[in-house]
Each structure stands twice: as C-alpha cells, then as structure tokens.
C-alpha cells in the first residue's frame, strides 16, 4: 500500500518568514495530493491540493509543488502569521479505480512566533 | 449545522467497557470515513463507507472495532472491551465524491481516554 513520509515533524518561523513542509509517497499510481490544517480541538480542513497533471499550484500565500519522478510534494507558506500555527498534514491517493484511501502522512506542527 | 458532528466530544471509560462514538455526516454526503488520531500523531485509517457497498474494513485494528452506518447516513463506531492503547481523538469525516479525489470533511472529534 501507499505510504507517505513528512518532514519536518515540528517546524518554528519568525512571522514573515516562509515555511516549507516536505512529504515523499512510495506509490507512483498516486494522483492526488490534497494538504490539511488541523487548528487546536479542531477536525483537519483542506487548504490547498494538487493532482498529477500539474507541477504547481498556488493560493494567495499557500503553493504546492509537485515532483511525480521522484515522488515528492511540497507546500510553501510566504508571509507567515500566527494564524498560520496549527499542524499540516499532507496526503496522497491513487486513482479512484484502484480502491485505496487518502494515506496522510504523520503531520507538521507549525509554529509562527510572532 | 452544516458540517460534520461527532459526539460525544469526549469520552473517558474504564478499561473493558465498551464506548460507542456516533457520527452524523454532511446531508448529501455519499462517503463516510473513520480516523484515529493518537496524541501528536497522524490520522490512522479505521474504515469507509460508499453508498451501499460493503465498508472497506481494512484498517481496523483489531476486531474489538466494528462500525455500522445506518439508512447511509449516520455512523457508529464501536469498540468493545476498550484497551489503554484505544485511547486517541477518534475523527470522522465525510464527501460527496467517492472520497479518492474529494474534499474531505472532518468533524471535530470524539476524544477518548481508557483509564
């Protein structure tokens, strides 16, 4: 089955700066990549995704980028805030022909000091 | 409300009682999935229903954990002869797609603690 790989587990940034989180997946049949924000005693909620026909995408201070050769996605936070505090988690699934779930990897807890 | 609903928020049983967690998904919403979140982990997959297919069960970790959902709307999550290790925010989310490349809709989750 999939498995997917984030890195790093916990990340701290100065508000302002930019924050990368990275994930690996072992299955090239994945095609979707969607990322989700979990705030404090809340359920994740999706920010931003990606399918495999593209190599970018971007949402005001969020990106995406995606390397399908060696199977790695990455989300870029510009301008962090404090309300970007929270943990990230990334995803991956393949096809819907092929009966599998989202696989998340293990999460990213971010934090922005003001 | 419009989003996901999970109760009881929180939970605490003694160990070898049984709890069920109850999850009332978006109106509309085909798919139905259940995760378990242990303390500054990642989501676990437990199992998903679609529609009237058979639940994919594949991620249920031992078979003391069964689920039902009922008239393809409201979801039960049970576990029997509840284990320290149970412990964990059990979430549940929900989509109109088959769920593979849909949004998924999270509730926020019913904490659990086996003393």
């Known amino acids: 089955g999939e498995n997917v790989e984030q890195h790093p587990s916990t990340l701290s940034v100065q508000e302002g700066d930019s924050a990368v989180i990275k994930c690996t997946y072992s299955?090239?049949?994945?095609?979707?990549f969607p990322w989700y924000k979990q705030e404090l005693g809340k359920g994740p909620q999706l920010i931003i995704d990606?399918?495999?026909?593209?190599g970018e995408k971007k949402d005001q201070r969020i990106a995406v980028t995606l390397n399908k050769t060696a199977k790695h996605f990455s989300l870029h936070i510009t301008e962090t805030q404090p309300e970007d505090s929270a943990v990230y988690f990334c995803?991956?699934?393949?096809?819907?022909?092929?009966?599998?779930?989202?696989?998340f990897g293990g999460g990213t807890r971010l934090m922005v000091k003001p | 409300g419009a989003g996901v609903s999970q109760s009881p928020s929180n939970k605490v049983t003694e160990k070898g009682k049984d709890v069920e967690l109850r999850c009332d998904p978006i109106?509309?919403?085909?798919?139905l999935y259940w995760y378990r979140q242990s303390l500054g982990q990642g989501l676990e997959f437990l199992i998903y229903?679609?529609?009237?297919?058979?639940?994919?069960k594949s991620g249920l970790p031992s078979d003391r954990f069964s689920a039902e959902r009922t008239g393809g709307s409201v979801s039960t999550l049970t576990i029997q002869r509840t284990q320290q290790e149970d412990s964990a925010v059990y979430l549940c989310?929900?989509?109109?797609?088959?769920?593979?490349?849909?949004?998924?809709?999270f509730g926020e989750g019913s904490r659990l603690t086996v003393l």
């Open positions: 229903f679609q529609g009237n297919s058979a639940p994919d």
């Open positions: 990606i399918r495999s026909n593209v």
């Open positions: 109106s509309g919403h085909t798919a």
């Open positions: 299955d090239s049949a994945s095609n979707y």
């Open positions: 989310a929900s989509s109109y797609l088959s769920g593979y490349t849909g949004e998924l809709f």
């Open positions: 995803a991956a699934s393949p096809p819907a022909n092929a009966g599998n779930m989202l696989t």
